[in-house]
């Protein structure tokens, strides 16, 4: 058996460097992280054979006295604190002092600096450990200059991934960095070819429309959550805008970028019932938090931190998605429009009559225009002898003034027997009326404390289950009595049901049981999330449906409760239920403005 040794130092230093330096994209990170704690305002990177053969990060910031340039290069060697209590509140990208320590043992680096305290700068030549000092006389900031990085370590750079990869890791890193720290000017060239320039930003979302293009401001929503020492503040995409993956979700704690695993989780919970299964959407989280309430010490090269409390900052986070899309009015893509071309001259065949349920509304609730019967039973409108469309509509029409509105409301009626159609500040709007029955009706249950008043039935049901599905809705028995339900076992296969909570609408029984049992078997259950279940099931079963006769006072009802704001605008199920499409979309579709 070997005996017990101390290292050489320069095994140490490999050691250290294989925990820290995983790639090109790694020293990118540290050099970009240490420019940004520098206060630098410009900062320019450029790489030579995907960071293989040479990475440049320049910068204008503080600078490093030239006294203090040897010990840059030396093992936990650091400005960013002075004692263990500094740990504790971490208000920098980097702390721990191994980054260039790391580097300069498994590559060759070069550190050309001058302090704006210094006339004269000093540059440092670290090659195979020997190190070498001489005068500088440069501008003030600090260019470091990486090359023939894992040259001592061929091991290593056998595991490196093809350079097309690797270059697509430094970009991300440039992009990271670049999106925590708006302000900051920043470059990035690839073979002497500039991939991206970005000037300095005003703000966090003009960053990100540097970044991504400035058409995506309108694709993302913005608000802000607000503790006593946390504040989140948030930028995420609306219901049309999805990506093919999870690239542009991003989190920031403290201005650093990070990586938390359960980011994606938690925004697959949120949109859920919006984005198309293979879809995901875009999200930017700012977190500003007390440093003593996290701990960024976890990993090595500090990709990832710990929370004082995980559940906690989820819940900020799914709050803040709620809030964003519950509050929100979606705008109606216009990329809806794309393929609608001028309208063919000459004589129409029948099969091309344009039919108004191929337009924007059926006035079902109104008189209106004569209707005739086409081929294949299309209805269409026509002109008879002196009648005008324009003052049919215009009549027909029912002024509906909310409370404390400016404007009054137009409501038209209803399309496809599904939608609500009115229009407001110049838009025109469509209610998903089920859906958003629904959610006024699962808001009312739970917010009554109290419980609903219990409808007897003159008749009780008996229901037949599965011994299984009888003893899932006996264990929830309390929690259905609470909202009104009275149930109970009548035999190992069958429940009496004798009173159902008086909803509005009312609901089938015998439909409604099996879905709530298929809920229930969904997964374990805290008390609130049986009400929730139940809530979300009954507001479904009790809620006006598609083709339901409506009159107009129902309509205003809906319109009334939707633009409240004491609603989402989404159905308990996640859905988006108020949509808008702006007069300037229609005057484009039509020519009338460009």
């Not at 000092?133 to 595991?159: C, H």
């Not at 960024?296 to 819940?315: G, L, T």
């Amino acid at each position: 058996m070997q005996r017990i040794q101390v290292l050489p130092d320069a095994v140490k230093k490999m050691i250290a460097a294989g925990e820290v330096i995983e790639g090109p994209f790694s020293v990118v990170k540290e050099l970009m992280e240490n420019s940004l704690d520098a206060h630098a305002t410009e900062i320019d990177v450029e790489v030579a054979d995907s960071g293989l053969k040479k990475m440049l990060v320049r910068d204008d910031g503080d600078g490093i006295l030239s006294d203090d340039l040897p010990l840059a290069v030396m093992e936990h060697a650091t400005s960013k604190i002075t004692s263990a209590s500094d740990i504790e509140r971490i208000g920098t990208f980097g702390f721990r002092g191994e980054a260039l320590s790391s580097i300069s043992s498994i590559s060759r680096v070069a550190i050309y600096t001058r302090s704006r305290k210094e006339e004269t700068g000093a540059r440092l030549v670290c090659n195979d450990g020997a190190v070498e000092v001489s005068d500088y006389a440069g501008l003030p900031g600090t260019s470091i200059i990486v090359e023939n990085l894992f040259y001592n370590t061929p091991a290593r750079k056998k595991f490196l991934k093809g350079k097309n990869t690797e270059l697509k890791n430094i970009r991300d890193v440039f992009i990271k960095m670049a999106l925590a720290a708006p302000p900051v000017a920043m470059s990035f060239s690839s073979d002497e070819k500039r991939v991206m320039t970005l000037r300095g930003a005003d703000d966090a979302l003009s960053r990100i429309a540097q970044v991504y293009g400035d058409s995506i401001r309108e694709n993302l929503y913005s608000d802000t959550l607000n503790d006593l020492r946390v504040q989140v503040r948030g930028f995420i995409s609306g219901p049309n805008f999805f990506k093919a993956n999870r690239s542009m979700q991003r989190l920031f704690v403290n201005n650093r970028p990070v990586e938390y695993c359960y980011l994606g989780f938690l925004l697959s919970k949120a949109y859920e019932a919006i984005a198309p299964q293979g879809r995901y959407p875009a999200a930017f989280f700012f977190i500003t938090i007390d440093p003593a309430l996290i701990d960024v010490n976890i990993h090595p090269a500090k990709r990832e931190i710990k929370f004082f409390d995980q559940k906690y900052i989820d819940s900020l986070i799914m709050g803040l998605c709620r809030k964003i899309l519950g509050d929100t009015i979606h705008p109606v893509s216009t990329s809806i429009f794309s393929s609608v071309g001028p309208a063919p001259i000459g004589k129409r065949e029948s099969g091309n009559t344009p039919s108004f349920s191929d337009g924007l509304a059926r006035l079902e609730q109104f008189p209106g225009p004569k209707m005739l019967t086409g081929t294949g039973g299309q209805q269409y409108f026509f002109h008879d002898e002196g009648l005008d469309v324009r003052s049919v509509v215009s009549e027909s029409v029912r002024l509906y003034k909310n409370a404390g509105r400016d404007t009054p409301v137009k409501i038209f009626g209803v399309a496809f027997e599904t939608y609500i159609l009115f229009e407001d500040n110049e838009s025109l709007h469509f209610i998903d009326f089920h859906a958003a029955h629904e959610r006024f009706i699962y808001d009312r249950i739970m917010k009554d404390k109290q419980g609903f008043e219990t409808q007897e039935l003159m008749f009780p049901r008996e229901i037949e289950l599965s011994p299984d599905d009888v003893e899932a809705l006996v264990h929830y028995a309390v929690q259905l009595g609470e909202i009104g339900f009275d149930i109970e076992q009548f035999s190992d296969s069958s429940v009496i049901i004798r009173g159902v909570p008086a909803l509005p609408g009312g609901f089938d029984v015998e439909e409604f049981i099996p879905d709530l049992i298929e809920e229930f078997k969904s997964g374990a259950l805290g008390a609130e999330s049986v009400k929730d279940k139940i809530a979300k099931t009954a507001a479904c079963h009790s809620a006006m449906r598609c083709g339901d006769d409506m009159a107009l006072i129902d309509m205003e009802d809906i319109v009334r409760e939707a633009l409240s704001g004491e609603h989402e605008l989404r159905c308990p199920h996640g859905r988006p239920y108020l949509y808008r499409l702006d007069k300037k979309d229609l005057e484009k579709l039509f020519k009338r403005i460009l």
